[in-house]
């Protein structure tokens, strides 16, 4: 019963960060293009992991995780008014690099499609 609480939990922050994203000043993160790729909560709801993507590649993301790491205190305060827990998680930033991966291999596909495509003709 209690990973059900968890998994909705992580839904709930992973929603709640996104829109608090907007609101962080620190040039690190308002500079790029971020997206909260998973949200995963322990448990007993202590720790939430923050996995953090960018589109400009995993250099922006790890920078851009150093700069959420600073605004941690406020991001956390946010989501507790925001969600109205009684213990609102510990926030850790992760760098990942799924969205520069899955645009490698949708760029992939399409030239192995357009390859078969000349192939054929």
Request: charge should be neutral.
């Amino acid at each position: 019963m209690a990973g059900h609480r968890a998994d909705r939990t992580a839904e709930d922050i992973m929603r709640e960060l996104t829109a608090i994203l907007r609101t962080v000043k620190d040039p690190r993160v308002s500079g790029t293009m971020l997206s909260i790729v998973r949200t995963e909560v322990t448990n007993d709801l202590s720790y939430a992991t923050v996995y953090i993507s960018s589109m400009d590649g995993m250099e922006a993301a790890k920078n851009a995780v150093k700069g959420l790491r600073s605004a941690a205190g406020y991001m956390r305060r946010e989501l507790g008014a925001a969600l109205k827990l009684r213990h609102v998680p510990e926030l850790r930033f992760v760098a990942d690099d799924s969205i520069a991966y899955s645009a490698h291999l949708s760029d992939t596909f399409r030239a192995l499609h357009k390859d078969d495509k000349e192939d054929a003709e």
